[in-house]
Nanobody, 125 residues
Framework: QVQLVESGGGSVQAGGSLRLSCAAS????????MGWFRQARGKEREGVAV???????TYADSVKGRFTISRDNAKSTLYLQMNSLKPEDTGMYYC???????????????????WGQGTQVTVSS
């Protein structure tokens, strides 16, 4: 059973930074595509960034140049460094894993089998 536990959310002012962490069950980072999704109140869950098994990364256009996804294989942990945060980045952030490869439809949440409980990020203007 794959377990994903997020941490690092919080409240910051616009322009600030946060780093999210996702501690995963052992070997998860080697077996699956992993990534971060977010969901704002009243909106659908959307893909933020993914880290594929081959080390490649993909970002949503809305976060390119501001967010960085990374992985620590030894710690089986996925990270999301978020800089220059905007109020529209506010939402619940979820760590996810599931398909063997992220692929061109990485942004589709129905492709992912495992989800963390989420961590709240709130950005005030």
């Amino acid at each position: 059973q794959v377990q994903l536990v997020e941490s690092g959310g919080g409240s910051v002012q616009a322009g600030g930074s946060l780093r999210l962490s996702c501690a995963a069950s052992r070997y998860t980072v080697f077996v699956f595509c992993m990534g971060w999704f977010r969901q704002a109140r009243g909106k659908e869950r959307e893909g933020v960034a993914v880290f594929d098994r081959d080390g490649s990364t993909t970002y949503a256009d809305s976060v390119k140049g501001r967010f960085t996804i990374s992985r620590d294989n030894a710690k089986s942990t996925l990270y999301l460094q978020m800089n220059s945060l905007k109020p529209e980045d506010t939402g619940m952030y979820y760590c996810t894993a599931g398909p063997w490869w992220c692929g061109s439809t990485w942004y589709d949440p129905s492709r992912y089998n495992y989800w963390g409980q989420g961590t709240q990020v709130t950005v005030s203007s």
